[in-house]
Each structure stands twice: as structure tokens, then as C-alpha cells.
Nanobody, 119 residues
Framework: QVHMVESGGGLVQAGGSLRLSCAPSERTFSTYSMGWFRQAPGKEREFVARISWSTGIIYHADSVKGRFTISGDSAKNTAYLQMNSLNAEDAAVYYC????????????WGQGTQVTVSS
């Protein structure tokens, strides 16, 4: 079963930056769209950003607009999440997900990578 593989999480000071990466476990696995979600302790998983390869459309949640940027390399089937000006509210496990078509569900998920923000 194909799954997503995240990397790049870690500990950062408030105001700092991190860059997350994500790719499918099988490099030849094609996707329509890739996205990032996050889940903080005691909270529900929430959408962060997504990118659609065929249209080039990107979308960010209001809570991260202006601070986070999703990008990707369609040739490498890899998505990135550049996170700047991190604060305590950004601390969470960040998950990468993918879908195979525009109206499909986010069926492919990674194990998550921890982002910790220290004050």
C-alpha cells in the first residue's frame, strides 16, 4: 500500500522557520494533489495547505496565510511546506496527504512529523 513519507520536522524557536518535505513511498505513484494537515494535542486534525499539479492551484488555510507556503516539484512528485514566523499555535504533528483525482478523498497519508515550537 502506497503511503506518504514526510520529513523536516523538529524543534524550533518561536519566530523561526522549518521546511517540511513529502513524497510517496513509491516514486512512480502519481497524484493529482498533495496537501498538508496538522493535529495538535487535544484538537482535531486541520487542513493547512494543498497544491494541485495539473492546475498549479495552491491554497492555504487562513491561519497560516502569509507565513506558510506550499510548493512542489511535479517531476519529483514531491511537495514542500515552508513555515516561517512559527509560533506556539503551530506546534503539532504535520501530516502529508495525497489524492488521485480532483474529487477523490485524501486517501493516502503519511505517519506525520512533529513540529515543536519553543518560546
Amino acid at each position: 500500500q502506497v503511503h506518504m513519507v514526510e520529513s523536516g520536522g523538529g524543534l524550533v524557536q518561536a519566530g523561526g522557520s522549518l521546511r517540511l518535505s513529502c513524497a510517496p513511498s513509491e516514486r512512480t505513484f502519481s497524484t493529482y494533489s498533495m496537501g498538508w494537515f496538522r493535529q495538535a494535542p487535544g484538537k482535531e486534525r486541520e487542513f493547512v495547505a494543498r497544491i494541485s499539479w495539473s492546475t498549479g492551484i495552491i491554497y492555504h488555510a487562513d491561519s497560516v496565510k502569509g507565513r506558510f507556503t506550499i510548493s512542489g516539484d511535479s517531476a519529483k512528485n514531491t511537495a514542500y511546506l515552508q513555515m516561517n514566523s512559527l509560533n506556539a499555535e503551530d506546534a503539532a504533528v504535520y501530516y502529508c496527504a495525497a489524492k488521485k483525482s480532483r474529487y477523490a478523498a485524501w486517501d493516502y497519508w503519511g505517519q506525520g512529523t512533529q513540529v515543536t515550537v519553543s518560546s
